[in-house]
C-alpha cells in the first residue's frame, strides 16, 4: 500500500537511500553520493506534503517524492506542458526489484496528477541510469532532452 510518508518513516527513507546509493555506484553509475539524497532532503519533501511509501509486510521497500515543479535546471529544455508535478527520488529496495513496484510508484504519480488536475509529469534521471530509463519509457514518458547543468536527461508524460 502506498500511503504518505511519516516522520518516523524518514530514517528509514534514509537508509533506504544508502542502500540504492551502494547499489547504483556498483553499476559504475555516479547519480547520488555520500551527501545526497540525505535525511533532511526527505524531511523537506515530506514537510511539502509530496513523500510517499510503499510497504509490505510493515517493511518500507519504496518511496517517491512527487512534487510541484520548480528546478530550475528544468528551465534548460522545452517542455511539452507547464502545469506539472516533477517526480524525484524514486526508490525500490533492491530485494524488491523486478516485481513492478517502481511501475506501481510512477501509476500513483500520474493518478495523483490526474486527481490534482495536473497537464504533465516530469521526471529525470542520469544518462548512466539504463535501469530507470528503461522504466520511465516503459510508463509511457518521452524523451525531452538532455539537461546539461545537471547531467540529466529529462522525460515527459502528457496526461
Known amino acids: 500500500m502506498i500511503l504518505k510518508a511519516q516522520i518516523e518513516d524518514l530514517e528509514e527513507i534514509a537508509s533506504?537511500?544508502?542502500i540504492i546509493t551502494k547499489n547504483i555506484h556498483d553499476l559504475g553509475i555516479d547519480q547520488w553520493s555520500d551527501s545526497y539524497p540525505l535525511y533532511e532532503h526527505?524531511?523537506?519533501?515530506?514537510?511539502?506534503?509530496?513523500?510517499?511509501?510503499?510497504?509490505?509486510?510493515?517493511k518500507l521497500?519504496?518511496?517517491?517524492?512527487?512534487?510541484?515543479?520548480?528546478?530550475?535546471f528544468y528551465t534548460e529544455?522545452?517542455?511539452l506542458k507547464e502545469k506539472s508535478l516533477v517526480v524525484h527520488r524514486l526508490m525500490v529496495h533492491p530485494d524488491y526489484m523486478k516485481?513492478?513496484?517502481?511501475?506501481?510508484?510512477m501509476?500513483?504519480?500520474?493518478?495523483?496528477?490526474?486527481?490534482e488536475g495536473y497537464e504533465s509529469i516530469k521526471v529525470d534521471t542520469h544518462p548512466d541510469n539504463i535501469r530507470m530509463q528503461k522504466l520511465i519509457l516503459s510508463c509511457g514518458y518521452t524523451r525531452i532532452g538532455?539537461?546539461?547543468r545537471m547531467n540529466r536527461i529529462g522525460y515527459e508524460l502528457v496526461l
Open 42 to 58: 526527505f524531511e523537506k519533501d515530506m514537510n511539502a506534503s509530496g513523500l510517499y511509501v510503499f510497504k509490505s509486510s510493515g
Open 107 to 115: 501509476d500513483f504519480a500520474r493518478l495523483k496528477a490526474i486527481n
Open 146 to 148: 538532455y539537461m546539461t
Open 99 to 105: 516485481q513492478h513496484i517502481g511501475s506501481l510508484m
Open 16 to 18: 533506504l537511500a544508502r
Open 61 to 72: 521497500i519504496s518511496s517517491i517524492s512527487i512534487l510541484p515543479e520548480n528546478d530550475p
Open 77 to 79: 529544455l522545452t517542455w
